[in-house]
Each structure stands twice: as C-alpha cells, then as structure tokens.
C-alpha cells in the first residue's frame, strides 16, 4: 500500500500544479488585458482630439506591449483611420498591414486587408492589392473582399472582370 501512497500524492501534485498554473495562466491574462485597456482609453483621447502622434506612439506601444490582445487590433485600425484623416498613407498602411498580419482577432484582420486594398488601389498598386485581395478571410468579409477585387480590376479599366466580381456579390 505504501506504493499507492507514492502515486497518490504525485497526481495530487501533478493536479495541483495544473490548476496553479491554470489559475496563474489566468491572472497574467486578466492583467495583460486590463493594461492594454488602459493604452487603449489613452489612444481613443488622443483620437477624439485629432493627435496623430500620441494616436500612433499608443497604438505602437499597445502593439508592442499587448500583441497578444484583442486591443492591438483594435488600436491598428484605428490609428489607420487617424493617419488616413490627416493624411499619412505611410503611417495609414503601416497600421492597416500590422493588423492584417498580426491581430489576434479575425474580424480586425479581415477589416484591415480590406481598407488596405483600397489604400493600395488608390495608390495605383494593384498588384500588392490583388495579392492581399487573394488572401483567405472568414466567411461574412468574402463577399466583401470580391467587391474589393471588382474595385481593382474596375481601377485599371477591366470593365468586363469588374463586372464579373460585381455578379458573383450582387447574385446577378
């Protein structure tokens, strides 16, 4: 019975650890959550007051610091539409490209190759829209990424394929 012991208190063990790093797992989580929260409040002031800079040093430092958080997605498309509102392609593609690559959150991906197609079909780069436009996206922006794909090919004056990518949304 002595053996019985043994293994008892090793799955006792092996189970409490478990839940401690289960629980820890948790709390870092909760926290990393709550201080991106806070960045994020920050970057919202400074965007209701039009600043681009202390708009694109939060979503930075949120990105930086939060990656793994549903906030750095958030904080990308943002400061994309600060950027693009005053101006800055540069800084505008730079965010939209982070959070189509790197957001942890589908739906902020999905929006940002979206609104980085047409940045890019405005800058007359079609052949970096049409790769971004080939790219796989969750099932509800499909229809709206071959609308971006008429938009481009109705961008270099190919009525005929425009029209096709329209058809295939409309159902026509």
């Known amino acids: 019975f002595p053996s019985h012991d043994k293994w008892l208190m090793a799955t006792a063990a092996v189970i409490l650890l478990g839940y401690a790093s289960y629980s820890g797992w948790g709390w870092w989580s909760n926290k990393q959550a709550e201080n991106a929260s806070k ?9 209701q007051k039009q600043d681009v800079a202390s708009v694109l040093r939060a979503a930075t430092d949120i990105q930086d610091q939060f990656s793994s958080t549903s906030y750095a997605g958030m904080a990308g498309l943002v400061a994309a539409q600060i950027a693009n509102a005053a101006g800055d392609m540069a800084n505008t593609e730079k965010q939209l490209r982070w959070t189509a690559d790197k957001a942890k959150s589908d739906a902020h991906a999905d929006l940002a190759k979206v609104r980085l197609i047409s940045l890019l079909i405005d800058k007359g780069d079609f052949v970096a829209a049409e790769k971004i ?10 229809p ?29």
């Open 133 to 142: 436009a080939s790219e796989s996206v969750s099932k509800s922006f499909k």
């Open 39 to 47: 960045l994020y409040d920050t970057l919202l002031v400074s965007a």
């Open 144 to 172: 709206l990424l071959i609308e971006r794909r008429g938009d481009i090919q109705l961008a270099q004056q190919k009525n005929a394929e425009a029209r096709k990518a329209y058809h295939i949304v409309t159902g026509k």
